[in-house]
């Protein structure tokens, strides 16, 4: 089942292609979207919660001679992120069913796109995990680079640059782990589970977690790497900063969580006072950030390096709360930026205009987006009700335990993000002052969220209202992950 869920996206894309029509592509897409969601949702509900380690694992042999096998399987968080991936995905191809540039391409990139990120988050072969993470890179560069805005080529080959260049020194990490474990052990062996049982001298693991943590530190993006995330979401479509934001940024810290934490745990305690303070560079630098923009979609996406910081301090807080509030963290954030980026690409579809100079006063004209864009700001800030209130809840709390003055400061991050996200959207959906009269004829027009935007908006939201409202059962899954990393 597990396999079905990888590769269905894959197999659909070949037949999108070689069929080559408008209106099957899209009815296939969204059909083969929903399949998987149904899949890993019947995945999700068999899952056996009171056992740790890895469930559903497929290992067969690939190529024996380096030791490189097809080995997949899934704990609590991988299980978790690939509910919130296919949910994603089936979100945004319903999203862009009017989309009528190049609809077959477009849909086959991201079901591409798809059977990449779905295979990162199941991969238990480092090989096979270095596979699927590359194979992400080529889809998303095209779509930013053929369905962007104005400096669309620029954002991708920037993106493509940084991610790329990631992404060697994580090659160069599993390489120096695999040729330790050989000449130490005498097994070649790219296998997690091998992997995790070795025991490496420390100066091997201060080396491995820089090269993997850099890897995974561009992909985050945390700071200073994250330069070519704002550009990135600014000229991408909206269905393309979606899935950037509320997947492809959660890469690096299951990366951090699942390979770092484990595999190097004394390197870990080594670097957390560096981790801690990129984290709070980034929570409160670039929430500054963001108060000082006027582009509604830079904003968002300072906004999200700004959350992501509270989800790498978690992570090396090092206690299973704070740890299971950053997976959760993962989800919430995962949530809320997607709805905050379609709001912005529904406004952009009806204006024609990221920037809040040029907006204002939507509330008579656009009511029903106009609350649909609040519920995803308060989603964002963290109010309590919704997932993001029960993550950053659980990592200061974890993360006070031992480190007080970090997690007090921490803290300030989310006073922050109410400044900026109210500021928006007193600007874009009150300020009314700022309308002129052609304006205001013109506005007089504006259609409201139709069907395909309501229904992406509906599944995300309620989503992130059970989260927030009911967060026991999931709180519980994502421990089991917490404890078995942290060897409780």
């Known amino acids: 089942m597990l396999n079905v869920a990888i590769f269905l996206p894959l197999i659909t894309a070949v037949l999108v292609l070689v069929i080559r029509r408008e209106k099957f592509s ?109 194979g992400m890179l080529i889809p998303m560069y095209f779509i930013i680079g053929l369905w962007g805005h104005e400096r669309k080529v620029y954002a991708a080959n920037k993106f493509f640059v940084y991610t790329f260049f990631g992404s060697m020194f994580l090659l160069l990490g599993i390489a120096s782990i695999v040729a330790y474990a050989y000449i130490t052990s005498g097994q070649l062996s790219f296998d997690y589970m091998f992997h995790k049982n070795m025991k490496y001298p420390f100066w091997l693991e201060l080396l491995a977690f820089l090269l993997f943590g850099i890897g995974f530190a561009v992909k985050i993006p945390m700071w200073p790497v994250h330069t070519w995330l704002p550009d990135a979401h600014v000229e991408a479509p909206t269905a393309g900063s979606v899935i950037l934001a509320a997947v492809l940024l959660k890469m690096g810290t299951y990366g951090f969580v699942r390979y770092s934490l484990p595999l190097f745990s004394e390197a870990s305690k080594y670097y957390i006072p560096l981790i801690f303070f990129l984290s709070l560079v980034a929570i409160i630098y670039t929430a500054m950030m963001a108060i000082a923009q006027t582009h509604i979609k830079r904003l968002i996406a300072y906004s999200s390096i700004s959350h992501m910081g509270i989800v790498t301090l978690g992570t090396f807080a090092l206690d299973v709360n704070a740890l299971s509030g950053a997976i959760y963290m993962m989800i919430a954030h995962g949530l809320s930026s997607a709805a905050l980026f379609m709001s912005a690409g529904f406004l952009y579809d009806r204006i024609h205009s990221y920037h809040m100079d040029d907006l204002g006063g939507l509330a008579r004209y656009l009511p029903k987006l106009s609350v649909l864009f609040m519920i995803s700001g308060l989603a964002g800030i963290g109010f309590p009700g919704l997932a993001g209130f029960v993550a950053e809840f659980l990592v200061l709390l974890g993360t006070f335990k031992n480190y007080p003055i970090w997690a007090i400061i921490a803290g300030t991050g989310m006073i922050l993000s109410a400044a900026y996200f109210l500021y928006m959207y007193k600007r874009v959906i009150y300020e009314e002052e700022t309308i002129s009269e052609q304006r205001l004829e013109k506005w007089r027009h504006l259609k409201d969220v139709e069907i395909h935007h309501m229904i992406p908006f509906i599944i995300i939201l309620a989503s992130a209202f059970l989260l927030g409202l009911y967060p026991l059962p999931f709180v519980k899954i994502v421990e089991q992950t917490s404890r078995y990393v942290l060897g409780g």
Request: aromatic letters at 22%.
């Open 26 to 134: 899209k009815t296939i897409s969204i059909l083969s979207s929903a399949i998987v969601l149904l899949i890993i949702l019947a995945l999700f509900l068999g899952f056996d919660w009171n056992r740790a380690g890895f469930q559903y694992e497929n290992r067969y042999m690939w190529i024996p001679t380096l030791g490189i096998s097809y080995h997949t399987g899934i704990d609590g968080m991988a299980i978790s992120l690939l509910l919130m991936t296919a949910i994603m995905f089936f979100a945004s191809f319903v999203w862009s069913w009017k989309i009528e540039d190049r609809p077959n391409l477009y849909y086959a990139l991201f079901l591409m796109l798809e059977t990449a990120c779905l295979g990162v988050f199941s991969a238990l072969d480092f090989f096979l995990f270095y596979i699927f993470w590359e």
